[in-house]
Structures are given as structure tokens and as C-alpha cells.
């Protein structure tokens, strides 16, 4: 299985900026796309970046000019940068990777979760 662990979130004022990181371990074989989500209490779980194996990215609308998110391919590693954070932003950020792995039987596909880090924009 893949696992992937995720570090950076806390509390910091509105106009502060934080950096998430999320690094995956297992039996790898490629990462074809990493992501970062966002939950906020009450609502559904949405996109925030994504990047594909090529370092194409996509962000969503709220987010763009404001945060930036990359990769260490030699990591196994995606991180979000996230400058002049709002209190909007406040949510339960998680980390998704696609990708493949190894097994017993050949490679098959992955789609891995992290925990979750909690982020706090206060006024």
C-alpha cells in the first residue's frame, strides 16, 4: 500500500502564509498526479492544486495568484505554498497521490489519502 503523510498546517492571521507537505511511502512505481483538497466544517471536499507528472498545474479560482504547489519527484513529495491566506481558507487540508505501485503479482494502480492537516486563518 501507499501511505502519505502530511505536515505544515496550524494557525496563523489572515495575510500569513504556511507551507504543506505530504510524502508518500510504499512500494512506488510512478506518481502521475498529486493534489490538494480542502474540507471545510459543513461543506464538501474540494480541489485547491493539482500536478501532474509533466508539472502541469491547475488551481482552483479562490486560490489562484495566492498559493503555488510543486514536487519532488526524487522525494515522492507535493507541497502548497499558501501566501496571504484568508480566514476562508480555514479547513482540513488532504493530499492525494495517483499514481502506481508495486505487488506480488505485477504493478496496479494507486489513488492514497493522507490524514489530513488542520489549516486556521484568523482575522
Known amino acids: 500500500q501507499v501511505q502519505l503523510v502530511e505536515s505544515g498546517g496550524g494557525l496563523v492571521q489572515a495575510g500569513g502564509s504556511l507551507r504543506l507537505s505530504c510524502v508518500a511511502s510504499?512500494?512506488?512505481?510512478?506518481?502521475?498526479?498529486m493534489g490538494w483538497y480542502r474540507q471545510a466544517p459543513g461543506k464538501e471536499r474540494e480541489l485547491v492544486a493539482s500536478?501532474?507528472?509533466?508539472?502541469?498545474?491547475n488551481y482552483a479560482d479562490s486560490v489562484k495568484g495566492r498559493f503555488t504547489i510543486s514536487r519532488d519527484n526524487a522525494k515522492n513529495t507535493v507541497y502548497l505554498q499558501m501566501n496571504s491566506l484568508k480566514p476562508e481558507d480555514t479547513a482540513v487540508y488532504y493530499c492525494n497521490f495517483r499514481g502506481y505501485r508495486g505487488g506480488v503479482y505485477g504493478r496496479y494502480r494507486f489513488d492514497s489519502w493522507g490524514q489530513g492537516t488542520q489549516v486556521t486563518v484568523s482575522l
Open positions: 510504499g512500494n512506488i512505481l510512478s506518481i502521475n498526479a
Open positions: 500536478i501532474t507528472d509533466g508539472g502541469s498545474t
